[in-house]
């Protein structure tokens, strides 16, 4: 429908004869890559920045009057509810990091309250999108409106995750319990998706993106300054 304007876990280490490989070197035989909880944190971020890119390339085209595909911004929004809100936000964050990251105090503990506000809020607007994507005709002014506001809170609440609240994080609690919680956030991916939900939002996204058009890296090289 389109609208107009109107096997092996990743974190494992690899056990080697009076060595221990280091994180993030990519296993031989095909096996899965050592992934840190960190790094899986910011990772799983990409894919929601990726999703992202595409509420801003529909608010741009429903500011210029243009055409939107409504099916592919609900699956975007779903994405993002699925993988971002019930998985990344809800299960890994708010019941873990948040909790430890407050008790620790300092810096990042600052930022908590701030952004569980702005999960709630984003959930709002989320559930705005998905509604309004369902049906068949949306007001193109406030849906573009929701996506531009959307994407900059989402913007600043991400990097101040991925530059404060997760080193923070892993100051806390020490490496040891770092790779303790890199293994239960794997368990509960697994028991959330019933596999690798990282792959899997990796490839709805890129189907996504394929759809509106925006597939293309090369299309959004910046010109050369004049």
């Known amino acids: 429908m389109v609208i107009r304007y109107g096997g092996m876990d990743r974190r494992a280490l690899v056990l080697v ?4 490989a280091a994180a993030g070197l990519v296993a031989c035989s095909g096996k ?34 243009q055409a939107v595909d ?15 809100e019930e998985y990344h936000e809800k299960k890994l964050e ?34 705005y999108v998905l509604d309004a ?40 609690i020490g490496p040891h319990e770092v790779e303790e919680m890199g293994d239960k956030f794997e368990d509960i991916e697994k028991a959330q998706f019933g596999g690798d939900g990282f792959d899997m939002a990796v490839k709805q996204i890129g189907e996504i993106e394929h759809a509106l058009g925006l597939s293309n890296l090369a299309e959004f090289t910046a010109p050369p300054p004049r």
Request: proline share 2%.
């Open 32 to 65: 899965d890559e050592d992934v840190g909880a960190v790094e899986d944190l910011m990772r799983e971020h990409g894919v929601l920045r990726r999703a992202i890119l595409v509420f801003r390339a529909c608010a741009g085209r429903l500011n210029a009057g």
């Open 133 to 172: 994507s369902n049906g068949t005709t949306f007001d193109g002014k406030a849906m573009a409106s929701a996506l531009q506001s959307f994407e900059l809170m989402y913007e600043h609440h991400a990097a101040r995750e991925d530059t404060i609240l997760f080193p923070a994080w892993k100051k806390a």
């Open 70 to 84: 409504a099916q592919a911004l609900h699956r975007a929004a779903q994405l993002f509810r699925t993988f971002g």
């Open 94 to 127: 708010e019941e873990n990091i948040f909790p430890q990251v407050k008790k620790a105090g300092g810096e990042g503990a600052a930022l908590v309250d701030v952004l569980l506000a702005q999960h709630r809020r984003g959930r709002d607007i989320i559930s």
């Open 17 to 20: 004869p009076g060595l221990i």
